[in-house]
């Protein structure tokens, strides 16, 4: 079956520092890969997607990029800021069909 | 991007009580929902795949007359805690599908405590 694996955490870092959170998935055929970020007390929001190998999802400064020869698709963020602070899922899924999640990383950024 | 609410955020009811979490998809159709739960500082885990016209799909494990889930038109579908027990106080997250993409937005999220 699909899995993904997520980079564990908690992860804290300063202000404007480099972010990179892993992810790698097992699936069979071409799933669409996601990064969704949840704030305090809120549901997901969507970060980016990437549909098939070789895409780079980007929003908001951060960026991921779908390597099918790794089977990865890891965030990154050149500058994070304190409001970068939240839980991060890596997730895979084809149309209509259940969302597979990563156990979520949670970021810290302190001033 | 596409809107999904949930009403109420958030609700405290007595154990033995039934609570109804609403999810609607504000601005698109969506023929299926997910309905997921997730515990404090965990991942989400699914519960149930909601179907506009037909009944739902239960994950295993899940109690399907406990978690009742009615899909009643292409905008709404309601999630039923049924008989509440401290146990089920819990977050409890819907999403939908746009379109026939793979693409899921999330509601916002309604945190039920059962005392």
């Known amino acids: 079956g699909n899995s993904v694996t997520q980079m564990e955490g908690p992860v804290t870092l300063s202000e404007e520092a480099f972010l990179t959170i892993n992810c790698t998935y097992t699936?069979?055929?071409?799933?669409?890969l996601f990064w969704y970020v949840q704030y305090p007390g809120e549901g997901l929001q969507l970060l980016l997607k990437?549909?098939?190998?070789?895409d780079k999802g980007s929003n908001k400064g951060f960026e991921a990029t779908y390597r099918k020869e790794t089977t990865s698709f890891h965030l990154e963020k050149g500058s994070v800021q304190v409001s970068d602070s939240a839980v991060y899922f890596c997730?895979?899924?084809?149309?209509?069909?259940?969302?597979?999640f990563g156990t979520g990383t949670r970021l810290t950024i302190i001033p | 991007g596409a809107v999904v609410s949930q009403h109420p955020s958030r609700v405290i009811c007595k154990s033995g009580t039934s609570v109804k979490i609403e999810c609607r998809s504000l601005?698109?159709?969506?023929?299926?929902m997910f309905w997921y739960r997730q515990f404090p500082k965990q991942s989400l885990m699914l519960m149930a795949t909601?179907?506009?016209?037909?009944?739902?799909?239960?994950e295993q494990g899940v109690e399907k007359d406990k978690f009742l889930i009615n899909h009643a038109s292409l905008t709404l579908s309601t999630l039923t805690v049924t008989s509440a027990h401290p146990e089920d106080s819990s977050f409890y997250i819907c999403?939908?599908?746009?379109?026939?993409?793979?693409?899921?937005?999330f509601g916002p999220g309604t945190r039920l405590t059962v005392l």
């Open positions: 999403s939908a599908p746009l379109g026939s993409t793979d693409t899921q937005y």
């Open positions: 990437a549909t098939k190998a070789d």
């Open positions: 909601s179907n506009e016209g037909s009944k739902a799909t239960y």
């Open positions: 601005d698109f159709q969506a023929t299926t």
């Open positions: 997730a895979l899924s084809r149309a209509n069909e259940k969302l597979t």
């Open positions: 699936a069979t055929g071409y799933p669409s």
